[in-house]
């Protein structure tokens, strides 16, 4: 039985005054705008890991193995400007295996 977790926690901001040019979206002529206090773009606050697998001997030859994960993932902003459109929302995803397998770890199904 093998169970492995991951977890990742960032706290990402521009902490001093930046000026830069405009959003695409500011009009022509705009004045540069300060993104102190964006989070650095795709810096998810927190993501979690967590997978369970197990090993069952079928003979001295072969042996099965089973492993079910899943992983969750913060939003995060995919500019430094925080507008609303650029912003990816929180996401998770689950997997399961059967994995049939020799005990050379030559063949697997």
């Given at each position: 039985?093998?169970?492995n977790?991951?977890?990742?926690?960032?706290?990402?901001?521009?902490?001093?005054?930046?000026?830069?040019?405009p959003n695409i979206a500011s009009p022509v002529g705009s004045p540069p705008v300060n993104i102190k206090g964006s989070p650095l773009v795709y810096s998810p606050?927190?993501?979690?890991q967590l997978g369970?697998?197990?090993?069952?001997?079928?003979?001295?030859?072969w042996e099965?193995?089973?492993?079910?994960?899943?992983?969750?993932?913060d939003e995060y902003?995919?500019?430094l400007y925080n507008e609303p459109n650029d912003l990816v929302g929180s996401w998770h995803q689950t997997d399961a295996?059967?994995?049939?397998r020799d005990t050379d770890d030559?063949?697997?199904?």
């Open positions: 039985l093998r169970v977790l991951n977890v990742a926690l960032l706290d990402s901001e521009i902490k001093e005054d930046f000026l830069t040019v606050d927190a993501s979690i369970v697998q197990y090993v069952q001997a079928l003979n001295a030859d099965v193995l089973y492993r079910v994960q899943t992983f969750w993932q902003q995919t500019s295996s059967i994995t049939l030559i063949w697997a199904v």
